[in-house]
């Protein structure tokens, strides 16, 4: 056997080895297609609180009707813009491992889904405790500190590239916690900008030679 060959053996066997421990159908244009998402809820998001305290200045009273509407109505555009982004985030996973002749849904996938799952769910519950007691305004970083945790979490069955948008998006969240009163601004740079340019990073890195 030639050392081509044996490079090429040890070539293919690092990749069905990596195949098997690690989740690598994740697609970067899952992350732009996210953050596409992200941005166009959080635009919406702000037309309607420019709405809401236009009308407050206007009337010089604060309804609170008028402001369970608004939360209401958020939490349905916050709802409505995770469902885009999960359904983007399917498709581009699914096409890239149809590709490269991979399983989308095997061990590794289900590891990463139940690592991803556990902090989103206690910070889903988090989230309802905080709006139970009416502190609205700790939500958007508390999203971000365990979206960002749920990641890192998630991020040793996959490409390890995804830790660093974790760590990202922990990092914002707490800084949120000093500027409370700029949460939708936070959430679009987390869940807009920052996948965008993760998702072009991984495409660049992972993808891009496939395609051109």
């Not at 090429?8 to 066997?13: E, L, R, S, Y």
């Not at 635009?43 to 236009?54: C, F, T």
Request: aromatic share 14%; hydrophobic share 50%; charged share 15%.
């Amino acid at each position: 056997m030639t050392d081509q060959q044996h490079l090429q053996a040890i070539t293919d066997i690092k990749r069905l080895m990596e195949r098997s421990s690690r989740f690598i159908s994740l697609s970067g244009l899952s992350g732009i297609s996210a953050g596409i998402s992200g941005l166009v809820g959080a635009y919406i998001a702000r037309n309607w609180l420019v709405e809401y305290y236009a009308r407050w200045e206007a009337t010089g009273a604060h309804s609170n009707e008028d402001f369970q509407t608004l939360k209401f109505r958020l939490i349905v555009l916050g709802l409505a813009v995770m469902a885009a982004a999960l359904a983007g985030g399917t498709f581009f996973t699914w096409r890239k491992a149809r590709q490269n002749n991979l399983p989308i849904w095997d061990l590794t996938a289900r590891k990463v889904l139940i690592n991803i799952a556990i902090p989103l769910a206690a910070g889903g519950a988090f989230i309802a405790g905080l709006l139970y007691n009416h502190l609205e305004v700790l939500v958007a970083p508390t999203c971000l500190v365990f979206y960002g945790l749920a990641i890192i979490n998630g991020s040793k069955y996959t490409l390890p590239d995804v830790r660093y948008l974790g760590v990202c998006e922990t990092i914002l969240g707490i800084l949120n916690l000093f500027f409370l009163r700029k949460g939708l601004y936070f959430w679009a740079v987390g869940f807009g900008l920052l996948h965008i340019i993760y998702g072009a990073l991984m495409w660049w890195k992972y993808e891009r030679k496939r395609t051109i």
